[in-house]
């Protein structure tokens, strides 16, 4: 059976560090760009951005955060899923965020969903994310205790 290769630690914080940077700039020079050009749509969705900067800076720096753990071995990965699950809520509130502008961006009801509804999809994503994770951490456990009982 292929061994599951997980990428260094060193490559993990160089990627995530640099999809943080990426977000940052986008959002900056969206602010720039905004200044020189006149268009609607553009302030609009520079608005959009800045309105939910904080949002789209915690799902990144929460799965970042989470796939740092997930590279280390069993006591220390333990919070990777939590971190991951958290991360997913908030990207899901961040898709409902978009769908929210939408709706209003077009004045019309066409991807509205109720607050009860919306709380089910992050209660769900979560758990979902939460078990399948920990399952995840269980599993790759395991592995390695069969690889070092045969080593012995």
């Known amino acids: 059976m292929p061994e599951d290769k997980q990428p260094s630690l060193k490559w993990t914080i160089i990627t995530g560090v640099a999809v ?3 977000l940052l700039v986008v959002i900056y020079a969206g602010n720039i760009i905004m200044l020189v050009v006149p268009s609607l749509l553009l302030k609009q969705v520079v608005g959009f951005m800045n309105a939910n900067a904080f949002l789209l800076l915690s799902v990144a720096f929460l799965f970042f955060a989470g796939e740092i753990t997930g ?3 069993f006591p ?3 919070p990777s899923p939590l971190l991951n699950a958290l991360g997913s809520v908030f990207a899901i509130k961040l898709l409902m965020s978009v769908f929210e502008y939408l709706n209003s961006a077009m004045n019309a ?3 509205s ?3 009860r509804i919306a709380m089910l999809i992050y209660l769900f994503v979560f758990a979902g994310v939460l078990i399948f994770g920990y399952s995840s951490v269980y599993l790759k456990e395991k592995r390695r ?3 070092k009982s045969v080593i012995k």
Do not use: A, M
Request: charged letters at 15%.
């Open 109 to 111: 009801d066409i991807f």
């Open 113 to 115: 969903i109720p607050s």
């Open 76 to 78: 220390y990965n333990i």
């Open 20 to 22: 943080i940077f990426i």
């Open 145 to 147: 205790g069969k690889k």
């Open 71 to 73: 590279c280390f071995n």
